[in-house]
């Protein structure tokens, strides 16, 4: 027989060293004001795990509705991201498939004879930056038109 983790032994201990140290005429008081206690202590601790169950009760029924929201942007973002991963893997595999030109002459001319940005020879060769001026901006380095107001 175990009583909330207490055997038979160890009770008749604890009952002995309570009759010695509060005596024969205290010792039925001493155990029905225990147990008076520990009734109010589950009382209390029952009544707080119920309040707080109302509380997050409340609160879930207050952000149900936010809960659709957040689920609806969550799948929005996600459809995003896969579109914009998709149309970046077409553009991948549009840039690996096309053919590489033919290498530059010499003097940076194209093989048309007009003179452009030189191509890299290979893959392993860094290509140079170019800048790429808007149509209406004028020549590099100047400052763009103010529009009146």
């Known amino acids: 027989m175990n009583l909330f983790g207490v055997g038979p032994l160890e009770l008749a201990v604890i009952l002995i060293v309570g009759l010695i140290f509060v005596g024969p005429d205290r010792l039925p008081r001493l155990a029905a004001d225990l147990a008076r206690t520990i009734r109010e202590i589950r009382k209390y601790t029952n009544a707080l795990a119920a309040e707080f169950n109302d509380v997050v009760k409340d609160v879930e029924k207050e952000t149900a509705g936010e809960k659709s929201v957040w ?21 991948r595999q549009d840039f690996l498939n096309t053919p590489t030109p033919a290498p530059p002459a010499a003097n940076g001319a194209t093989p ?38």
């Open 112 to 149: 048309t004879g007009d003179a452009g940005p030189a191509l890299p020879a290979s893959p392993a060769e860094p290509a140079a930056w170019v800048d790429i001026v808007e149509p209406d901006a004028g020549p590099p380095g100047a400052k763009p038109a103010e529009t009146p107001k």
């Open 71 to 91: 689920k609806e942007v969550t799948e929005s973002i996600g459809g995003a991201t896969q579109q914009v991963t998709e149309a970046v893997r077409g553009v």
